[in-house]
């Protein structure tokens, strides 16, 4: 069983029991949380589209990370120019407990 399940704007691919990084969520850490907005549901024997879908996914929040370091050079050539800034994504882990 999976689903397709829109976080903070982006889709995932979800099943149950699977840990995954998302765009930072707030709450701390063991606290749960539903997401409502389900695309796509795949049982085992039917897959359920669009708004038909009646389903809610339930997580649990592991921590939150920050991403590796993204680096933005600019830099014209012959006027001296360079600009080098940098930033890190923060994340949020969370684990699939449920499917319902």
Known sequence: MFAVVKISGQQFKVSKDQEIFVQQLTGSVGDKVEFSDVLLL???TQLTVGTDV???????ILGHVQGDK???????????FRKKI????HFTKIRI???A
Request: without cysteine; hydrophobic residues 30%; glycine residues 8%.
């Open 70 to 80: 993204v680096i933005a050079f600019k830099m014209k050539r012959r006027k001296g």
């Open 97 to 99: 407990n449920e499917i």
């Open 54 to 60: 009646k389903s809610v996914i339930k997580a649990e």
């Open 86 to 89: 940098g930033h890190r994504t």
């Open 42 to 44: 795949n049982n085992d």
